[in-house]
């Protein structure tokens, strides 16, 4: 038995993801059979989400709680041999710059 299923997307986004179905020899209604019979089968979303910049968004989450925290806790530089000098001292290498 068929059923119908309707959902509200942006009109781009609907566009977009039919030209690149479509450039796979697949219809959006296929298209969208394929990804829930994927969810079905591997009981999972079949891909992992990632953001427009392709970074899986585990990860993306993780960055932005170290940048967050860098913000707010880490130190800043106003010159470059002073964060290389650190850099190297926190590795046990003592730095031999010049002064």
Do not use: C
Not at 12 to 20: D, H, R, S
Not at 37 to 54: A, K, M, Q, R
């Amino acid at each position: 038995m068929q059923t119908t299923i309707q959902i509200r997307v942006d009109k781009k986004l609907k566009e977009a993801a039919a030209k690149t179905l479509e450039a796979v020899g697949v219809d959006l209604s296929a298209g969208i059979k394929l990804f829930l019979n994927e969810v079905v089968t591997t009981h999972s979303l079949g891909f992992t989400p990632t953001t427009g910049e392709g970074m899986k968004l585990k990860h993306f989450e993780e960055y932005k709680k170290e940048s967050a925290w860098t913000k707010k806790y880490g130190k800043r530089y106003t010159e470059v041999k002073e964060l290389i000098k650190d850099a190297l001292n926190e590795n046990g290498i003592p730095y031999k710059g010049s002064k």
